[in-house]
């Protein structure tokens, strides 16, 4: 069946602009996380739903990031003002339930260049 | 503040050798995973390990979890090229909320 889907796959900005980052989960999956992972590193984390709520946005690294989802199922990740420090890949990720204890699919990410 | 650390960070082996790849953590959980990266793709789920002395073996790669030490190992026998990639554990918290801790990976090099 279909996996998570991100779009775009790419993205370059110049500083200042505002971007988008979408998110199609697998249907049927309750939670979905937003995560940052810069080159090197492992995945961090921004942010957490379970359906149309966040319950978790502690990871967001200042307000000019915002997430949302709702109708429960495709999400965004809008990043206003982009900055350099910005550039990373956002990976998506869900699951069915976090306490099913099954792992999480992640989509294969936005690679997201900000000039 | 959660941690989990990974090490080696890099390691490089000749094939059809043995390595251990270790994963350890700063607070209790019950439930660690790990995954596969190979560059400039996302992340393959390989175990989900739930609950004390866990063991679980897919082909050449078998991964434990001791909650007590917080160590999880992820061991690799005979080496093959295939591989190579970046390992990555996790450990899901839940204190508060839910969140997915990752270590910072270790790139595998297996060298024909």
């Known amino acids: 069946g279909a996996g998570v889907s991100q779009s775009p796959r790419y993205k370059v900005a110049k500083r200042g602009q505002d971007v988008a980052l979408r998110c199609d989960p697998i249907?049927?999956?309750?939670?979905l996380f937003w995560y940052q992972q810069a080159l090197g590193q492992g995945p961090e984390f921004l942010t957490y739903f379970q359906n149309e709520a966040q319950l978790d946005k502690s990871g967001l690294p200042s307000d000019r990031f915002f997430a949302e989802r709702p109708e429960g199922s495709v999400s965004t990740l809008k990043i206003q003002r982009t900055q350099q420090e910005d550039s990373a890949v956002y990976l998506c990720a869900s699951s069915l339930a976090v306490t099913n204890n099954q792992p999480q699919h992640f989509g294969d990410g936005t690679r997201l260049s900000i000039l | 503040e959660l941690k989990v650390e990974q090490n080696p960070l890099f390691l490089s082996m000749q094939e059809g050798k043995n390595y251990t790849i270790y994963c350890n953590y700063s607070t209790t959980s019950d439930r660690l995973y790990w995954y596969r990266q190979d560059p400039g793709k996302s992340l393959e789920s390989l175990f989900v390990?739930?609950?004390?002395?866990a063991v679980k073996q897919e082909g050449r790669l078998m991964a434990s979890l001791d909650t007590k030490a917080r160590l999880s190992t992820l061991h690799i026998t005979a080496a093959v090229h295939d591989l190579s990639a970046t390992y990555f554990c996790a450990v899901l918290t839940t204190s508060g909320t839910y969140k997915y801790i990752f270590g910072t990976g270790t790139r595998l090099k297996v060298l024909a």
């Open positions: 249907s049927g999956h309750v939670s």
């Open positions: 390990l739930l609950s004390n002395g």
